[in-house]
C-alpha cells in the first residue's frame, strides 16, 4: 500500500522508515528545500521525564494518554533509531529530572532517509491529497511568528499546513493553539541565524532580573526549568522584548555546559544590546528594585522571544489517527510530531520524543489497517 507521508523532519522519516520496515510503500514529501526539518537545527536531545509523574506534573494541561504513549514507548523507540544506524553523541541528557540520547542530527536524517527512501524536495502535499496520508508538517511555528512579529528559530516552513488540511478534512484541534515552546534570544540588532538557535539561547532568566521596556517585572519570579513560561510572558510584551539584567554572582552561575558569563557574551559577540557597568544605574536602565542584583559588575542584555514549536494542533488518539469532534477517527488520515496538539500542554516536553513515538505509531497503524 502507498502511504503518502508530508513533512521530511523528525516525525515524517521515522513514519516513512518504519511504513517501509513493516511492507508499505512510503512517499515523503517535503515542502523545504532539504530533509531534516527542525530536527536537523535541534540538539538532537530525545528525552523523558523519568517518572510519568513528572511529565503530567510539567505538562498539566496535555493528554494524560499520549503523555503515557510517549513516556512508556520511547526507550524501545531510541532502540529502534540506534538500530538504523542513527549516531548516538551522549546517553545523558545533562539534566538530572530527565533520560534520553543525543543524536548527531545529520546523521539522525541520513539513517532515517535511507530506511524511508527517497524524499521528494520542494513537494508540498496537495490541499485536495486523497488515499492514506500522514501529516508531519511540524506544526505552525513559522505562522505564529510572522503574527504575533517573534523570531522564528525553527525551520521556514511550517505554517500550518497539516492543520489546515486535517480541519478541512473534519479534524479537532488540541491543546492551546496560541501556545508555543521557545527560547529568548538577543533581539536585533543581533544578527541570529540557524547556526546561532542553540548557542544565542539565553536561557539564564531564573537569575535575572526580567523587565519589559517600560522597566516592569516580566514573568513568574522563578520560572519553570525549561523556562518556557517566561519567553511566553516575554512574547505578550511590546515587541515581544525584554531585559535580562544580571549582577556579578549571576554571571558565574553555570547553566547545564555555559555559564551566564558566556551567554551574555555571545549575544555581545552576535551585535545584541548589551550593557555593562560596575553599578545599576549606569546600565541606564529604569529599574525596579530587586535582590537579584547585589553584586557588582551587572550586565543587561536585550532579549526578543522565539518561536520554536507550537503545542496545540490536530487530536489524535494513541493510535496516530486524527479524529473529529465527536472522537471518531478520520479514516486513512495520520498526524505525528508538532502537528498533533495537546502533549506539552502546559509546560515542555522533547519534541523530538513526541515525533518519534508517533511517527512510529503512525506507521504501525496506518500498516495494520492496510491489513
Ligand atoms: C534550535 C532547536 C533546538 C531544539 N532542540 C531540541 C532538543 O534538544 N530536544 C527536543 O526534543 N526537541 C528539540 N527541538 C524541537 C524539535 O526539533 C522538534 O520538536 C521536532 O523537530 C518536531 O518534529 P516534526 O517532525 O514534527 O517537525 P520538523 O522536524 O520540523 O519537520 C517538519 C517538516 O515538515 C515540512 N513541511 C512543512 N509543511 C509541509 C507541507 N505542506 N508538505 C510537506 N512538508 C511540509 C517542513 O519543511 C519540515 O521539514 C529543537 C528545535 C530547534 C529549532
Redo the contacts with the bound molecule.
Keep these: 500500500m502507498r502511504l503518502v507521508i508530508?513533512?521530511?523532519?523528525?516525525?515524517?522519516l521515522v513514519a516513512g522508515a518504519r511504513a517501509r520496515q513493516l511492507g508499505l510503500e512510503p512517499v515523503v514529501?517535503?515542502?523545504?528545500s532539504r530533509?531534516?526539518?527542525?530536527?536537523l537545527?535541534?540538539?538532537?536531545?530525545?528525552?523523558r521525564h523519568r517518572e510519568l509523574d513528572e511529565f503530567r506534573v510539567e505538562c498539566p494541561a496535555g493528554d494524560p494518554a499520549l503523555q503515557r504513549l510517549v513516556h512508556e514507548r520511547l526507550d524501545e523507540a531510541l532502540d529502534w533509531l540506534e538500530s538504523l544506524g542513527a549516531p548516538v553523541l551522549e546517553r545523558d541528557t545533562g539534566n538530572p529530572r530527565t533520560v534520553g540520547r543525543r543524536f548527531d542530527t545529520l546523521g539522525l536524517t541520513e539513517a532515517l532517509g535511507e530506511t524511508a527512501g527517497e524524499v521528494h524536495l520542494r513537494?508540498?502535499?496537495p490541499g485536495d491529497h486523497e488515499g492514506p496520508l500522514v501529516l508531519?508538517?511540524?506544526?505552525f511555528p513559522a505562522s505564529v511568528a510572522e503574527r504575533l512579529r517573534l523570531i522564528l528559530?525553527?525551520?521556514p516552513?511550517?505554517?500550518g499546513?497539516?492543520l489546515w488540511l486535517a480541519r478541512r478534512r473534519g479534524a479537532a484541534t488540541a491543546g492551546d493553539l496560541d501556545e508555543f515552546y521557545g527560547r529568548n534570544l538577543p533581539a536585533a540588532p543581533a544578527h541570529v541565524d540557524e547556526e546561532g538557535?542553540?548557542g544565542l539561547a539565553q536561557v539564564y532568566g531564573r537569575f535575572a532580573l526580567v523587565v519589559n521596556l517600560a522597566g516592569e517585572r516580566v514573568g513568574p519570579d522563578e520560572p519553570s526549568w525549561s523556562e518556557v513560561d517566561l519567553v511566553q510572558a516575554t512574547a505578550r510584551q511590546p515587541w515581544g522584548r525584554a531585559w535580562y539584567v544580571v549582577d556579578g554572582r549571576a554571571l558565574l552561575e553555570r547553566v547545564r555546559e555555559r555559564t551566564v558569563a558566556e551567554m551574555v557574551a555571545a549575544a555581545e559577540e552576535a551585535g545584541g544590546e548589551v550593557r555593562r557597568s560596575d553599578t545599576i544605574e549606569g546600565l541606564g536602565l529604569d529599574l525596579p528594585a530587586s535582590d537579584k542584583l547585589a553584586e557588582p559588575p551587572f550586565a543587561a542584555v536585550l532579549v526578543q522571544a522565539a518561536v520554536?514549536?507550537t503545542l496545540g494542533g490536530i487530536r489524535v488518539d494513541e493510535r496516530a489517527r486524527v479524529l473529529r469532534e465527536d472522537g471518531a477517527a478520520i479514516e486513512g488520515l495520520y498526524a505525528?510530531?508538532?502537528?498533533v496538539g495537546g502533549i506539552a500542554s502546559g509546560g515542555w516536553s522533547?519534541?523530538?520524543?513526541?515525533?518519534l513515538v508517533l511517527?512510529l505509531v503512525a506507521a504501525e497503524t496506518a500498516a495494520a489497517e492496510a491489513g
Excluded: C, H, I, Y
Design positions: 508530508a513533512g521530511a523532519g523528525m516525525a515524517g514529501l517535503e515542502k523545504g530533509p531534516g526539518g527542525s530536527m537545527l535541534s540538539s538532537g536531545v530525545v528525552w513537494r508540498p502535499v508531519a508538517t511540524g506544526g528559530r525553527a525551520n516552513w511550517s505554517a499546513d497539516g538557535f542553540v520554536t514549536q505525528a510530531g508538532a502537528d522533547s519534541g523530538l520524543a513526541a515525533a511517527g
